[in-house]
């Protein structure tokens, strides 16, 4: 989302500088992410009529009076306009639920959602980052969905694995709708006027970047591949990379407790990611603004990214020609996936209003909306059930993010902001103050390690 990166002196006031134009130029391109995205690959007319609108609830278990609830998401052209379109399709399943819909600005959002938790007020129904709910759980303002509808086992037995992210102590605070994962794009004249193949693993990675790298004297013309720790690259490497090399980012991944950045698997990995900068010389911090600029603008080989870009390249770019491809393997496969989801608050913590907001969680996670959500909003489907539609994956630009839903990983978070930024400032310590890279992940773990000893010392009184 927005973000930040710590001071560095002149160097690094200058990226910063850099980074939030491009966050500015990011948000006005996200609301025309979606539709474009995903478009050419829309299921056959009929096709999520066909499934049911709910997934756990029996369609027959309801309130026993009217009851309201309010929702709040921030205002997401996309998402906002599909929401308002099954409202009235929900009301009509379920004529005692009333859905008061409200959206706030994105950089408002979380200022908006704290107000709420002080004032004890707010929404009934939240829609968060997945990296925001053990905060909001720590702080009392979630509460588990209740378990007689959401069993843990149907849960995970219906969904890819990432969605453990939203499980604290064996219960579940949230359902996605739909989530994101990464892959690598890459500019198919460039790789073509080189007689290149996509990458397949990381050895071709390099060579590619080597390869189609172009320069004036010292000036890029063309980079290898697009520097952005600031962008993707730091999930890259957290959940990919280490992964990739045969290592996990956590030393438990069933307790979330304690970090593994230190291991000689994801040094290695971290490793291999700097020298593109600091060894083989193939890329360089801010070139054309950003990554998704400089990709974008043709000035890119390879560019690490999203799923949800490809709505910006489709439509800021049109004359782009460009493929994506699984991010290229090593010992194992992994990509990084992150979702939004659905939540309950304390507003709503018995009773009807319970159960209410229980059935319209269950409502926007089922598979009839969530095989609406890809062509309208362009994120991929949560269910493992909905990712084999052959309409999604007759789309040659997005089948690769959707075939990487099995091997795609979230991070438990306590603090995203910090955690991103630890990562961040060990990349600019090894490439631009000239620090090894095992002190550098040293310094960033020790400081992200003390966060989530406090976390889990909180919840656990």
């Known amino acids: 989302m927005t973000q930040n990166h710590g001071p560095r002196r002149m160097a690094l006031d200058r990226r910063q500088l850099l980074k939030a134009g491009a966050a500015s130029a990011g948000l006005a391109a996200a609301s025309r992410v979606g539709f474009a995205a995903a478009q050419d690959a829309s299921p056959a007319a009929g096709a999520a009529s066909d499934l049911p609108i709910f997934g756990f609830i029996p369609q027959d278990v309801t309130v026993s009076a009217p009851t309201e609830i309010e929702y709040w998401q921030y205002d997401y052209a996309t998402k906002t306009a599909l929401v308002n379109e099954l409202i009235p399709e929900f009301q009509a399943a379920y004529p005692d639920i009333t859905i008061k819909h409200v959206n706030f600005p994105y950089d408002d959002f979380r200022q908006q959602v704290a107000a709420a938790v002080q004032a004890g007020e707010g929404p009934d129904v939240l829609n968060v980052f997945y990296g925001w709910v053990p905060a909001y759980m720590q702080q009392q303002f979630v509460v588990p969905l209740p378990a007689e509808h959401f069993p843990t086992a149907d849960i995970e037995a219906a969904y890819f694995p990432m969605v453990q992210n939203a499980k604290i102590n064996d219960a579940y605070y949230a359902l996605p709708t739909a989530v994101r994962t990464l892959a690598m794009f890459y500019n198919k004249d460039i790789?073509?006027?080189?007689?290149?193949?996509?990458?397949?693993?990381?050895?071709?990675?390099?060579?590619?970047?080597?390869?189609?790298?172009?320069?004036?004297?010292?000036?890029?013309?063309?980079?290898?591949?697009?520097?952005g720790i600031d962008g993707q690259d730091h999930s890259w490497w957290r959940e990919a990379l280490i992964r990739q090399n045969g290592a996990l980012p956590f030393k438990d991944e069933t307790q979330n407790r304690e970090l593994n950045w230190t291991s000689p698997e994801a040094i290695e990995a971290f490793k291999w990611l700097t020298d593109f900068l600091v060894e083989y010389k193939v890329t360089q911090t801010g070139f054309q603004t950003d990554g998704p600029t400089a990709f974008g603008s043709g000035k890119a080989a390879l560019h690490v990214d999203g799923s949800y870009r490809l709505g910006t390249l489709n439509n800021d770019f049109p004359e782009l020609n460009f493929g994506v491809v699984p991010l290229p393997e090593h010992k194992e496969k992994a990509s990084f996936a992150s979702f939004w989801a659905n939540t309950i608050t304390r507003n709503a913590a018995e009773g009807d209003k319970l159960l209410a907001s229980a059935k319209w969680i269950d409502f926007l996670s089922s598979p009839s909306v969530q095989a609406r959500w890809?062509?309208?909003?362009?994120?991929?489907?949560?269910?493992?059930?909905?990712?084999?539609?052959?309409?999604?994956?007759?789309?040659?630009?997005?089948?690769?993010?959707?075939?990487?839903?099995?091997?795609?990983?979230?991070?438990?978070?306590?603090?995203?902001?910090?955690?991103?930024?630890?990562?961040?400032?060990?990349?600019?310590?090894?490439?631009?103050?000239?620090?090894?890279?095992?002190?550098?992940?040293t310094e960033a773990q020790d400081k992200i390690q003390v966060q989530y000893d406090e976390y889990w010392a909180s919840i656990e009184g």
């Not at 193949?197 to 697009?226: C, H, L, M, R, Y």
């Open 191 to 227: 790789l073509e006027q080189a007689g290149l193949e996509p990458p397949a693993n990381w050895e071709d990675v390099v060579s590619v970047a080597q390869a189609t790298v172009v320069k004036d004297g010292e000036n890029f013309e063309i980079v290898g591949i697009t520097q």
């Open 374 to 441: 890809t062509p309208a909003i362009g994120e991929l489907p949560a269910r493992t059930e909905l990712a084999s539609d052959p309409a999604l994956l007759e789309n040659e630009q997005l089948k690769p993010f959707i075939e990487s839903l099995p091997f795609s990983y979230a991070t438990f978070t306590v603090n995203e902001a910090d955690l991103r930024q630890a990562v961040m400032d060990a990349y600019d310590q090894v490439t631009l103050n000239g620090l090894d890279v095992e002190s550098a992940l």
